[in-house]
C-alpha cells in the first residue's frame, strides 16, 4: 500500500477525522471570505481612517491571552469538540455583530471579546486530531496532520475569490453575515461525533522539597512554558513577514512594476497551490529526517523569499524574483504550517489543548506584527526595500530556532538511549467515552 493510500485510509476509519477535515475546509472559506475584505470594510463601511484601519489588528495581540485561557479549559476538561462547538457560536455571534456595528469602537470589542475566542476554539479541533493519533497510534502521523492542514488551504484558494465576487454582490456588511454562517456550518460534519479524552501520564522524576516539615511532591507535568513561547515567538519571526508580503506585493506590483491585475491575481494567488502541493513532501521528509531538519530549512527559505522580493529590482525581469519568493514561501508555510503544531504539542504533552492554542494565536499576532512592520518599512525604505526587513527579522528566526533546538530539542523521539526514556511521556489511553458529543 503506498503512503498516500495508507494515510487516506486512516483518516477515512476516523469519524472524527473525517469530521474535522470537512469542518477545516468549511470554515477555512468562510474565514478567508471576509479576511481580505476587512480593512475596506472598515474604512468604507465604518468609516474608520486608514490609520485606525490598521490599529484595529493590534487588537489580534488578545489571541495569546484567549488561547491559553480556551486551551487550558480543554485540558482541564477534555472536551475539545465541546469548547470548539461553543467558540464556533461565539464566531458566529461576533461576524453577526460585526455587520451591525455603528460605532468606531465596536469592531475592536468584537475583535477582543468574541472573535479571539472564536479563534483560540478552533485550534482544539487540531488537539483532538492529536488525541486521536494518540489513541490510535500510525507511524504516518506527520503525514495526517498535512492533510488537515491542506483542508485549511484548500479553503484559502475558494474564499478570497468567492469573497471578491460576494462583496461586489450583496456588499459587505452581508459579506460579514454568510462568514458567521459559514462558521455554524462547520459544526455540522461533527454533529454526533464523540471524542473521548486521552490522558497522558509522565513517569519523569518527582520533585521533592520540604515544606513546614513535611515533603511534597510535584510531578513533572507542569513543565516550563518558556519552550512553547519561544517557539511560538520564533513562528512569529519567521512568519511576521508573510503579512507584509500579503500587503505591500500588490502594490509594488501595481504602483512601480504596472503589472496588470491578471498578472498580480496569479503570482499571489498559485501560492497555495504550491504549498499544498508541497505538505506531503514536508511531512514524508520529517518522517525521514526528523522535525528539526526541515523546520530548519523552512527558516532558511523564508529568509531567502524575502531577499528575493527585496531585489525584485536587481534582477529582469523584475517578476522572475517575485515568482521565485512565492515559491520559496510556499515552502515556509508547508514546513511550519504541517510540523509546527505538532512540536508545540510535543513542548506541552499533557496540555495538548493549550499548547495548540497558543501556537496557533501565532496568526494573529503576525497580522499585528506584519502591519507594524509594513508601515514602518514602507516609509523608512519604501518598495520593494522593506522586504530587507522581513528577511533580517526571518534571519533572527533562524538563529533563535538553532538556539532552541538546542537547549528544548523539537525531535524528542530521535534523542537516543536513557536521556530519551527519561525525557519522552509515557501515554496510557483513557477507554472509557466521555460525554463530549
Not at 1 to 22: D, T
Not at 86 to 96: Q, R, T
Not at 396 to 412: E, Q
Amino acid at each position: 500500500m503506498s503512503r498516500r493510500s495508507a494515510v487516506a485510509g486512516y483518516i477515512l476509519r476516523s469519524r472524527l477525522l473525517r469530521g474535522v477535515f470537512v469542518c477545516l475546509v468549511v470554515s477555512g472559506i468562510g474565514i478567508s471570505i471576509t479576511s481580505p475584505q476587512m480593512t475596506l470594510f472598515l474604512v468604507r463601511d465604518v468609516q474608520l481612517s486608514d490609520t485606525a484601519a490598521g490599529l484595529f489588528y493590534l487588537t489580534n495581540l488578545a489571541a495569546p491571552i484567549a488561547g491559553y485561557a480556551v486551551g487550558s479549559l480543554s485540558d482541564r476538561t477534555g472536551a475539545r469538540l465541546k469548547v470548539f462547538r461553543i467558540s464556533a457560536l461565539a464566531g458566529f455571534l461576533g461576524w453577526v455583530l460585526m455587520a451591525f456595528v455603528t460605532q468606531t469602537w465596536m469592531p475592536f470589542a468584537i475583535n477582543i471579546l468574541l472573535l479571539s475566542i472564536a479563534g483560540a476554539g478552533a485550534a482544539q479541533l487540531q488537539a483532538a486530531v492529536r488525541d486521536e493519533l494518540d489513541r490510535q497510534p500510525t507511524p504516518l502521523d506527520n503525514s495526517v496532520v498535512a492533510v488537515m492542514r491542506m483542508a485549511m488551504a484548500v479553503g484559502w484558494i475558494v474564499g478570497p475569490v468567492l469573497g471578491a465576487v460576494l462583496g461586489a454582490l450583496i456588499g459587505l456588511r452581508p459579506l460579514l453575515i454568510v462568514t458567521g454562517v459559514s462558521l455554524l456550518l462547520s459544526l455540522v460534519p461533527l454533529i454526533g461525533v464523540r471524542a473521548a479524552p486521552y490522558s497522558r501520564v509522565t513517569t519523569a522524576p518527582v520533585l521533592a522539597r520540604r515544606s513546614g516539615g513535611r515533603r511534597e511532591s510535584r510531578a513533572s507535568g507542569g513543565r516550563s512554558l518558556v519552550p512553547l513561547l519561544l517557539f511560538t515567538g520564533i513562528y512569529v519571526l519567521i512568519m511576521c513577514g508573510e503579512t507584509v508580503k500579503l500587503a505591500y506585493l500588490p502594490l509594488y506590483l501595481d504602483g512601480q512594476l504596472h503589472a496588470d491585475a491578471a498578472v498580480r491575481g496569479a503570482i499571489i494567488g498559485f501560492q497555495p497551490l504550491v504549498e499544498i502541493a508541497l505538505m506531503p513532501l514536508a511531512a514524508a521528509a520529517a518522517d525521514r529526517w526528523g522535525v528539526a531538519p526541515v523546520l530548519l530549512a523552512g527558516g532558511i527559505m523564508a529568509v531567502a523569499a524575502h531577499v528575493s522580493y527585496a531585489s525584485a529590482e536587481l534582477v529582469v525581469p523584475h517578476l522572475v524574483p517575485l515568482i521565485v519568493g512565492q515559491v520559496l514561501m510556499a515552502g515556509v508555510i508547508a514546513t511550519f504550517g504541517v510540523l509546527g503544531i505538532t512540536v508545540a504539542q510535543r513542548l506541552q504533552p499533557e496540555r495538548v489543548g493549550m499548547a495548540s492554542s497558543v501556537f496557533l494565536s501565532a496568526f494573529a499576532i503576525n497580522a499585528a506584527v506584519g502591519g507594524l512592520v509594513g508601515s514602518i518599512g514602507t516609509a523608512w525604505l519604501g518598495l520593494p526595500h522593506l522586504f530587507w526587513i522581513s528577511a533580517t527579522i526571518a534571519a533572527a528566526g533562524v538563529v533563535s530556532l538553532v538556539v532552541l533546538n538546542a537547549v528544548a530539542p523539537l525531535d524528542p523521539s530521535r534523542r537516543s538511549g536513557r536521556a530519551a526514556r527519561a525525557a519522552e511521556p509515557v501515554a496510557a489511553p483513557v477507554c472509557a467515552p466521555t460525554g463530549d458529543a
